[in-house]
């Protein structure tokens, strides 16, 4: 049998806050997982995402700590539909009290892309074909 990618685990300081920013992304997750120790969340593709609190992964692994400052270990990135979602969800974000990391701009690959910060700072991608 040959392992499949089927999760990716964020691990958040503030579940409520890091649910909050990944429904406006669009993502369904209950709202009673707000309070959870646990969620997640199904794609149509079937791959899963997956939020633990700080406090949960300690208490599997006590030597976990936040990774140092400096830059992402993993990247989500958010298709959208064109290069206009990408800045309307950006501002959205924005709007929403979220940090930007990147503002929207013409990437030389071929995109529109944007870069904002979760609750956790991690960067989360939005990005469209230029069309």
Known sequence: MTPRLDAIGIV????????AFYRLLGLDIPADADTAPHAETTLPSGLRVLWDTEETIRSFDPQWSRPEAGGDRVG???RCDSPAEVDAVYDALIAAGHRGHLKPWDA???QRYAVVLDPDGCGVSLFADAT
């Open 12 to 19: 958040a300081a503030d579940m409520a806050a890091s649910l």
């Open 76 to 78: 989500l990135a958010f």
């Open 108 to 110: 030389f690959w071929g």
